[in-house]
């Protein structure tokens, strides 16, 4: 099993830019998770899914869309890049029963110019 | 506002003594605690985590301490290994409505020295 895999690994885009980040899963879990990691900031919550087809906000959405079409895809769009949202992001997933262990991919970063 | 706080950005430990990670919570409606362990270019890795119905939980060398009344929590790392240098984050759940999400903190980074 691959667990959960990101790409791409970095990317540079300039302001005003576009780009998709791809989250996938093997491992037939239920939620899945966006979160940006910044400087002395932690992990912070940007989006989440409860299953296929559904989505919520979480603390940091402003600038960011997703969508959850497949039940092991989560994607994560920025549709006009901003240097605000400079930062590492990392994908999670867990199974939708009682354990809240979340089970992380390996991130990806990103620099807005 | 920060709900999830680790006040010590770094933290520096002989091989062989023991590490003391501290979290502190502002949230009372936290009722799960859990500590992640977070190597350079990977993805956090669960660790061990705690129920607030317990004060105490142990797993080999890990320990998570619970201490409610003071919303604070500790990892105790004994004995530390060169291995063990890592980002630690606590991370505490709550939840949305239906959903469940966990709130981290910034992360401690500890260096076992060899």
């Known amino acids: 099993n691959a667990g959960v895999t990101q790409t791409p690994k970095f990317r540079v885009l300039k302001t005003g830019q576009s780009m998709t980040l791809l989250c996938a899963q093997d491992?037939?879990?239920?939620?899945m998770y966006w979160y940006r990691q910044d400087p002395g900031m932690g992990l912070r919550l940007i989006h989440y899914?409860?299953?296929?087809?559904?989505?919520a906000k979480g603390e940091v959405p402003d600038g960011y869309n997703v969508s959850r079409l497949k039940k092991q895809n989560f994607l994560l769009g920025l549709e006009s890049a901003a240097p605000s949202q400079t930062s590492v992001y990392f994908c999670?997933?867990?199974?939708?029963?009682?354990?809240?262990?979340?089970?992380f991919g390996p991130g990806t970063r990103l620099l807005v110019l | 506002d920060q709900q999830v706080k680790q006040n010590s950005p770094s933290l520096s430990v002989q091989e062989g003594r023991i590490s003391i990670l501290n979290c502190d919570y502002t949230?009372?409606?936290?009722?799960?605690f859990l500590w992640y362990k977070k190597y350079p270019a990977e993805g956090p890795t669960f660790l061990i985590s705690?129920?607030?119905?317990?004060d105490k939980n142990e797993d080999g060398r890990f320990t998570v301490f619970l201490n409610k009344s003071a919303k604070h929590l500790s990892l105790h790392i004994v004995p530390s290994q060169p291995g063990d240098s890592a980002v630690y984050f606590c991370?505490?759940?709550?939840?949305?409505?239906?959903?469940?999400?966990?709130?981290f903190g910034s992360g401690t980074q500890l260096t076992v020295l060899p």
């Open positions: 999670a997933s867990r199974t939708s029963g009682t354990g809240e262990t979340q089970y």
């Open positions: 991370a505490a759940r709550s939840f949305s409505g239906s959903a469940r999400q966990l709130t």
């Open positions: 899914s409860v299953g296929e087809g559904t989505t």
């Open positions: 491992m037939n879990h239920e939620y």
């Open positions: 949230n009372s409606m936290f009722d799960y």
């Open positions: 705690i129920s607030s119905i317990k």
